[in-house]
């Protein structure tokens, strides 16, 4: 696998100015053909935004920037490997490539511990520390018969 080390040296001086900005100390770049097409630093404390992950945003500037909500063929670089909502986002967005330089391990030693959300995902519901609530309501599963009837739909 070939990998231009440009790319990921790009993500790490991304995720150094979100430090020096203020923000956290992630940075995330997506190519598509080699060439960059987003790019991102860690933005969670300055926009208030608990999602505003440097992955997560640089996959919406992507997906702008093309034009569609499946980056197929794009490959993100991240300063350190994704977290597990970053991860989410990575495969509903279709990248199936990611290259990442520190690991969940050095994101611990610096106070970014992802351990216990990995765990929780395997965990039955009633045993996870969020609680879990399901709620029948006669009607509920209408948007999903709509959605499978729909012969227009855009599948994702």
């Not at 080390?5 to 995720?15: G, M, V």
């Not at 919406?60 to 490997?81: D, F, I, M, P």
């Not at 690991?103 to 929780?120: K, M, P, T, V, W």
Request: aromatic share 8%; with cysteine; proline share 3%.
């Amino acid at each position: 696998m070939d990998i231009d080390r440009s790319f990921i040296e790009r993500a790490i001086t991304l995720a150094t100015e979100s430090v020096r900005s203020g923000g956290g100390p992630f940075g995330a770049v997506i190519t598509r053909d080699d060439r960059l097409v987003a790019e991102a630093g860690n933005r969670v404390v300055l926009l208030k935004d608990p999602t505003a992950h440097a992955e997560v945003l640089a996959i919406r500037k992507a997906a702008k920037a093309l034009g569609t909500h499946k980056l197929t063929g794009c490959v993100l670089y991240a300063s350190c490997e994704p977290c597990p909502m970053c991860l989410a986002a990575i495969y509903w967005s279709g990248i199936r490539r990611v290259v990442y330089s520190s690991d969940r391990n050095d994101a611990a030693a610096a106070g970014f511990d992802d351990r216990d959300i990995y765990g929780e995902i395997c965990m039955d519901q009633a045993e996870r520390s969020v609680s879990f609530r399901q709620v029948h309501v006669q009607g509920a599963g209408e948007p999903f018969k709509l959605w499978n009837d729909m012969e227009s739909k855009i599948v994702y």
